[in-house]
């Protein structure tokens, strides 16, 4: 069984920036070997898929509200992905979860919910104005 793990969150100004993590755990699951990906929900709001990361050669995606402010990476050895929040506005404000999926679905639709198996318990991010 896989756990995932958040970190990282917080409560910052609009222009402040933090990072966030998620350790993967469980016998199999790697982040070299799976997609993974950063999903946000706020209060009556659906989840949105914000970046992910492929297997292999670590391609990123991410939703075009955040692109050019978030970067996602991650680390094999720590077996740990990181999303790096910059220019943080208070739109930006809600849950933040971590998701896993195979190499094989996350590549069908990288930032799509519904193909990811396996979600973290989510770190919240503020963001005041």
């Known amino acids: 069984q896989v756990q995932l793990v958040e970190s990282g969150g917080g409560s910052v100004q609009a222009g402040g920036s933090l990072r966030l993590s998620c350790v993967c755990s469980g016998s199999g699951y790697t982040v070299s070997s799976h997609f993974m990906a950063w999903f946000r929900q706020a209060p009556g709001k659906e989840r949105e898929g914000v970046a992910a990361i492929s297997p292999g050669d670590s391609s990123t995606y991410y939703a075009d509200s955040v692109k050019g402010r978030f970067t996602i990476s991650q680390d094999k050895a720590k077996n740990t992905v990181y999303l790096q929040m910059n220019s943080l506005k208070p739109e930006d404000a809600a849950m933040y979860y971590c998701?896993?999926?195979?190499?094989?679905?996350?590549?069908?639709?990288?930032?799509?919910?519904?193909?990811?198996?396996?979600w973290g318990q989510g770190t919240q991010v503020t963001v005041s104005s």
């Open positions: 998701s896993l999926t195979s190499a094989f679905e996350g590549r069908l639709a990288p930032l799509t919910a519904g193909r990811y198996n396996y």
